[in-house]
């Protein structure tokens, strides 16, 4: 059967992940088995990607761009084709890999590889933080904390271990003090994150009552008062039972809302879809259903290069050691 898809202009972040992850080679070398035409670009910042992304969706060559990377990465890409019509599809190889849990995308290149080829296009909606596009959500007070003290070449060799110390230090901190706006109206918390997406950090499920193709947003206020009950809180959301201690201790409040503004007496770290984002004050605003995104079909009942220019190849061969033309753009 032919694929629905046949031409591809694959972005990846080298730095993503764990190193020495093969998703991206496996997943290359199969659609290139299943005869498609692939582009391959390895940017060696985010701006020549975003240039890149922005470049290959003008061209009308494509039938789609993809993001090979964590979800900081497939944001970056996702922005820019925010309008074009060109249909984002991911190959999820950072740490959390929120977006791919959001959409059910198993870590798998054959799961990865029939969705890019013949999944269906949904409208994907894009939330904006201070003017900037992101898919999942912003944070303002403890995970920003983590975030801003990351060591990235740890995580890139040790995964999500090397959130421990990070987290640690972020406990070990005094709670802050947010004032949060929600569609106008005033609270207080000390930890906030304004969510687009039903999950968070990985497979865990903080905002059930909103998802990426639904346009509005869910307020997820923690309101703890000392680092004991932030524990808690933290617990609650790893066994997925954040909202029974919400409606039983009332110390976390989740409010549906379309705008949220995040403020502080002193600035306090930000975050969005799991990147460094400054510090506070945070403007969030619901987005448009503007944003076309590959998503898996629905069930029934190498040697890694670091050039960075763009490598075309075209179906019949593999990435590495194959008999399909390769040649350098």
């Given amino acids: 059967m032919r694929p629905t898809r046949r031409r591809f202009y694959l972005i990846a972040n080298r730095g993503a992940g764990l190193n020495g992850s093969p998703l991206v080679e496996e997943v290359v070398s199969a659609l290139l088995r299943a005869g498609v035409e692939l582009t391959l670009t390895q940017p060696a910042d985010i701006e020549t990607g975003r240039a890149q992304a922005r470049e290959a969706a003008g061209s009308g060559r494509y039938d789609a761009i993809l993001a090979a990377g964590g979800d900081g990465t497939i944001r970056q890409v996702?922005?820019?084709?925010?309008?074009?019509?060109?249909?984002?599809?991911?190959?999820?190889?950072?740490?959390?890999?929120?977006?791919?849990h959001e959409i059910g995308l198993a870590h798998q290149s054959a799961a990865v590889v029939r969705m890019l080829l013949d999944g269906p296009v949904v409208d994907a909606v894009c939330a904006r933080?201070?003017?900037?596009?992101?898919?999942?959500?912003?944070?303002?007070?403890?995970?920003?904390?983590?975030?801003?003290?990351?060591?990235?070449?740890?995580?890139?060799?040790v995964g999500k271990v090397a959130y421990a110390g990070p987290m640690l230090g972020a406990l070990a901190h005094p709670?802050?003090?947010?004032?949060?706006?929600?569609?106008?109206?005033?609270?207080?918390?000390?930890?906030?994150?304004?969510?687009?997406?039903?999950?968070?950090?990985?497979?865990?499920?903080?905002?059930?009552?909103?998802?990426?193709?639904?346009?509005?947003?869910q307020a997820i206020l923690f309101k703890a008062k000392n680092r004991a009950v932030l524990v808690g809180q933290l617990m609650a959301l790893a066994m997925g039972t954040l909202d029974d201690r919400s409606a039983s201790h009332g110390d976390v409040e989740m409010l549906p809302c379309l705008r949220a503004t995040v403020s502080a007496q002193h600035p306090v770290p930000t975050q969005i879809d799991g990147d460094a984002f400054g510090a506070t004050p945070l403007e969030i605003e619901a987005g448009a259903a503007d944003l076309r995104l590959i998503v898996p079909p629905a069930p029934a009942h190498s040697h890694r290069s670091t050039d960075s220019r763009p490598r075309h190849w075209t179906g019949g061969g593999r990435a590495a050691g194959g008999s399909g033309a390769v040649s350098q753009k």
């Fill in 175 to 217: 709670v802050d003090t947010l004032t949060v706006s929600v569609d106008g109206r005033r609270h207080e918390a000390s930890w906030a994150v304004i969510a687009n997406a039903s999950h968070y950090g990985g497979h865990f499920v903080m905002a059930r009552g909103t998802g990426i193709r639904e346009r509005g947003l």
């Fill in 78 to 100: 996702a922005a820019t084709l925010i309008g074009t019509g060109t249909p984002l599809g991911i190959v999820p190889v950072g740490t959390g890999n929120v977006l791919a």
């Fill in 129 to 157: 933080a201070n003017g900037v596009p992101f898919l999942l959500m912003a944070g303002a007070g403890f995970d920003g904390r983590v975030i801003a003290a990351l060591d990235h070449r740890l995580k890139s060799h």
